[in-house]
């Protein structure tokens, strides 16, 4: 069963973007803006991509070892890897590593702005 991502209230600010601007429908949005939301929508714009951000957001204490994604994605590590690398670039998960194995975790506020971004203007 597939397990829905979390969309809370922004808690930090992203690269720009404050937690409460306002929608796309909602007015023109600045360049530098645009650049941002672009950039993490391409990141979501490959179905590896929004499975890797779904299997961390669903794992356990929120967080997961590439070495534990590899599988449920049929990639070999490199590639989970590369595709990994795009959604930290994209502000969308964050990354520690960890002596071999590197760690991933969802930026709950990056999703808040995506959803909010999407919402119609009230």
């Given at each position: 069963m597939p397990t829905a991502l979390p969309l809370l209230q922004p808690d930090v600010s992203i690269a720009g973007l404050d937690g409460c601007c306002s929608s796309l429908?909602?007015?023109?949005?600045?360049?530098?803006?645009?650049?941002?939301?672009?950039?993490?929508?391409?990141?979501?714009?490959?179905?590896?991509?929004?499975?890797?951000?779904?299997?961390i957001a669903a794992a356990t204490g929120g967080e997961a070892c590439v070495c534990d994604l590899t599988d449920p994605v049929g990639l070999a590590q490199p590639t989970v890897s590369h595709h990994m690398k795009i959604l930290v670039e994209a502000g969308l998960v964050t990354r520690e590593q960890r002596g071999r194995w590197a760690y991933y975790a969802v930026v709950p506020a990056a999703l808040s702005t995506l959803a909010g971004a999407l919402a119609p203007a009230v």
């Open positions: 429908t909602g007015g023109v949005v600045d360049d530098e803006t645009a650049a941002t939301l672009a950039r993490m929508f391409k990141a979501l714009g490959d179905p590896t991509r929004v499975k890797l951000l779904s299997l």
